[in-house]
């Protein structure tokens, strides 16, 4: 039997419908029975997930990392405490486990985050995005940045470890002058371990698609961050992440690693790892707790694994007779070799995409 120490769960409530989210979500409605149906929706869907695990040869193991993401799972306040609690005392958590919850400015109480913290949250990642008020306007977040400062001046008090997501790419960034260096001066002010940098990627009939700022500001955004971030002590190890040393996202590397981890929740995605040339990847239905199945071939799987390993720090064993390649990369800046590893700079992060597909290019001539 294979092993599984980490579980995702998607809680998909928001209290207002963010109008740039594309993930799955619904709007709380206090005047329906929404937590009742998602309770039900997920005891039906442990039972589901077991049959899944046992037709795979996978089981339980103590869990190592434990992930709620959204949405906003501190909508889902004590009572989801008290019923995820339920979810866990079959499998145990380990005393030294990561436990996340992603939470946004203004969706917490204290009671709430003390009932979460009894049953083994140790981490928490913020939905702030931006720490000017008036791209927060722009973004259609409904907290404040009193809301945000005031959290994270608990944080800090607390001395809790926690991630903060901030996002690029804003509409009117260039025509209102986003200061990013004063956000990240105020940002640094409240110690945050872990910051996840995101690029705004807008649907077609997203309201500001004619706002957007252009690439090359885009390009100097993110290396200025990684820039600041890297002087002030973070580590860029992954293509979004970045981490005073010892506070790196354990889930997210099990994800990056091509490690399993099992999901429950609408739309959460699971990963087994069958063996060294399969893997299979689940995704549960809105409506029904179901799964949809994708089995991954030994190309699909190497691919994927290349793809995961050039998103690192930890690098990627380039294949022979690709010397070449790898040196045009190193001269344009995109990558270091490393003991054999090809290791992206934080230009090469950013060209990801366009370095896979000189890859791809690579591959054809090859053949």
């Not at 049959?51 to 989801?80: C, R």
């Not at 050039?310 to 690098?315: A, D, K, N, Q, V």
């Not at 800046?333 to 590893?341: D, L, S």
């Amino acid at each position: 039997m294979t092993q599984v120490s980490s579980l995702y769960l998607h809680v998909p409530f928001c209290k207002h419908l963010c109008n740039y989210c594309d993930f799955y979500k619904r709007k709380l409605d206090s005047s329906q029975n929404q937590f009742e149906d998602f309770h039900q929706f997920l005891s039906a869907s442990v039972k589901r997930h077991e049959e899944l695990m046992k037709a795979h040869n996978f089981q339980w193991e103590i869990l190592d990392t434990v992930y709620l993401g959204g949405g906003t799972p501190s909508l889902w306040g004590e009572e989801g405490a008290k019923f995820f609690h339920k979810i866990l005392e079959p499998i145990g958590v380990s005393k030294n486990a990561e436990f996340t919850m992603e939470i946004d400015p203004g969706t917490w109480t204290l009671s709430m985050l003390d009932a979460w913290k009894k049953i083994g949250l140790n981490r928490i990642s913020i939905g702030t995005q931006t720490l000017d008020p008036d791209f927060l306007k722009i973004m259609d977040r409904v907290h404040s940045l009193d809301d945000s400062l005031h959290f994270l001046e608990v944080l800090q008090k607390e001395n809790w470890n926690y991630s903060l997501d901030f996002l690029l790419g804003i509409p009117f960034s260039r025509e209102k002058k986003r200061d990013i260096r004063k956000e990240l001066d105020l940002l640094l002010k409240y110690s945050p371990k872990h910051i996840s940098l995101y690029i705004l990627n807008a649907r077609s009939k997203y309201p500001h698609i004619q706002n957007m700022p252009d690439d090359e500001f885009i390009r100097d955004e993110y290396l200025f961050v990684s820039d600041y971030l890297k002087q002030h002590g973070f580590h860029h190890y992954e293509v979004s992440n970045f981490a005073l040393p010892g506070y790196e996202a354990r889930h997210n590397q099990k994800y990056w690693r091509a490690e399993s981890v099992a999901a429950l929740g609408p739309t959460g995605t699971g990963y087994f790892q069958l063996n060294n040339d399969e893997a299979l990847r689940y995704k549960w239905k809105v409506s029904e707790a179901e799964v949809e199945i994708e089995h991954l071939s030994p190309k699909e799987l190497s691919l994927e694994q290349t793809y995961l390993s050039l998103r690192t720090s930890e690098g990627w064993i380039p294949p022979k007779g690709s010397e070449c390649l790898m040196k045009s990369w190193s001269q344009q800046g995109y990558a270091e070799t490393q003991n054999e590893r090809v290791k992206l700079t934080s230009l090469g992060f950013l060209m990801l995409d366009s370095l896979m597909d000189d890859l791809f290019r690579w591959e054809a001539q090859r053949k």
